[in-house]
């Protein structure tokens, strides 16, 4: 061993109550002896293996990737806390230092608050209210409408309702009432028989025949055509449908999950959507939180991201620029979470090196803020406001920024005025 790297052994010997395992360009090098406790192994046997085949990276919450507090996925399931550290033993090389608390240990929480639960990862109170009452609603068959901004993880949501439920072991099934015309969308919810129409030379079973027993998710719901709103009313009113072209009723038992970025009871009002449909649909309503009122979770998913293209080897970031922080904390993030994911994709792409930098951010983050546009001299309150919304694309607390109000008072003026 060079003289440079004796303090690592040092290191590992001043640790020794606690598991501990270094590694060197993604390879163990060192671990002691609760860490092979740890892992049911002896800990001479874990050096020279690939440190993602001795345990699964999760999600992290830090500063930066020096001193960061991760989340361990290990080979029986269990989930363990660690600080991972740097130590300069000549080459770069990072030592983990799991926390063996019985309360950190296969718990979604760390003692930081963040939660990992199906894929959604938070340390904001309102997210880890709304997973408690996933863990609830799962246990019954009511059904789930499920409201959020495009991005801030709806289809996770109905997954995760679906993995707590007594369904789980059998189908999930999802589809995008948006992404479909009318006739298309109808046979492949409900299904045809041999001859419904041109080209349907057999017959095809729907996602509700195939979905029987489990759960099917409906993105995008408030984008379903009138015609086939009646044909979703029948299904969760009598559990049974009639395939295109069909003459029988087939019975079903599909738990349904829907979603949507609308107002249900605004499309109601415009006459876009059926009243007693929505009812029928927003059992259990579930609202999902804007990236941008999450403030906490921007570092907290930058990092995780971050963590794991880390661990696909091309690049390695360690540190994100002050200026690109603080950039990325002011961004308003319209996408949420999709798109911040998407932010870290692009930096690893375009970029190198240990430090992600502001010009290896998307052109969006180097571009100056586009100031209000006044509006137009002698209008009144009313129409000021539908010019906003329309101008800030629907988006309403843009809309209230234009305005120069907070969103309560933009919503009790939209109120004042009926325009909700």
Not at 78 to 91: M, Q, S, T, V, Y
């Amino acid at each position: 061993m060079k003289q440079d790297e004796t303090s690592l052994p040092q290191a590992l010997a001043d640790l020794s109550d606690d598991p501990v395992i270094a590694s060197r360009a993604g390879v163990v090098v060192l671990a002691n002896q609760a860490a092979g406790r740890m892992l049911h192994c002896e800990a001479a046997s874990l050096v020279g293996r690939a440190l993602h085949e001795v345990m699964q990276f999760e999600c992290a919450v830090g500063d930066d990737e020096a001193h960061l507090h991760c989340c361990w996925l290990l080979p029986d399931g269990r989930r363990l806390w660690g600080r991972r550290l740097e130590a300069a033993c000549g080459e770069a090389c990072r030592i983990i230092r799991f926390v063996t608390d019985a309360a950190h240990v296969g718990e979604g929480a760390d003692a930081a608050g963040v939660v990992s639960f199906h894929g959604l990862i938070s340390r904001d109170p309102t997210m880890r209210h709304t997973f408690t009452m996933i863990r609830n609603v799962a246990q019954s068959d009511a059904t789930v409408l499920v409201r959020g901004e495009s991005g801030t993880g709806k289809e996770l949501v109905a997954r995760a309702i679906h993995e707590e439920s007594s369904r789980v072991g059998r189908a999930f099934l999802a589809i995008n009432c948006a992404a479909l015309t009318p006739s298309l969308l109808d046979s492949e919810l409900f299904g045809h028989v041999r001859g419904a129409f041109t080209g349907a030379v057999k017959d095809h079973a729907g996602l509700f025949e195939r979905a029987d027993g489990g759960t099917l998710f409906l993105d995008e719901v408030a984008e379903l055509p009138l015609e086939l709103q009646a044909k979703l009313l029948r299904v969760l009113q009598e559990r049974s449908f009639i395939p295109v072209g069909g003459s029988r009723a087939v019975d079903v038992d599909v738990r349904i999950v829907a979603a949507t970025h609308r107002s249900l009871r605004a499309e109601v009002k415009a006459g876009r959507f059926r009243e007693d449909l929505m009812y029928r649909l927003r059992v259990v309503p579930l609202f999902l939180p804007p990236l941008r009122e999450r403030r906490q979770d921007v570092v907290l998913l930058l990092w995780h991201f971050i963590g794991l293209h880390n661990a696909m080897g091309v690049r390695r970031i360690q540190r994100i620029a002050p200026e690109a922080m603080r950039v990325m904390l002011d961004y308003r993030w319209p996408g949420n979470v999709r798109e911040l994911k998407n932010v870290v994709e692009y930096g690893f792409a375009v970029g190198r090196g240990e430090e992600l930098r502001l010009d290896e951010l998307p052109p969006e983050f180097r571009e100056r803020p586009a100031r209000p546009e006044p509006a137009p001299a002698g209008a009144d309150e009313a129409q000021r406001i539908r010019q906003a919304i329309e101008q800030a694309g629907g988006r309403l607390d843009e809309a209230a920024q234009r305005l120069g109000m907070s969103r309560a008072t933009l919503w009790r003026k939209r109120k004042y005025w009926g325009l909700v």
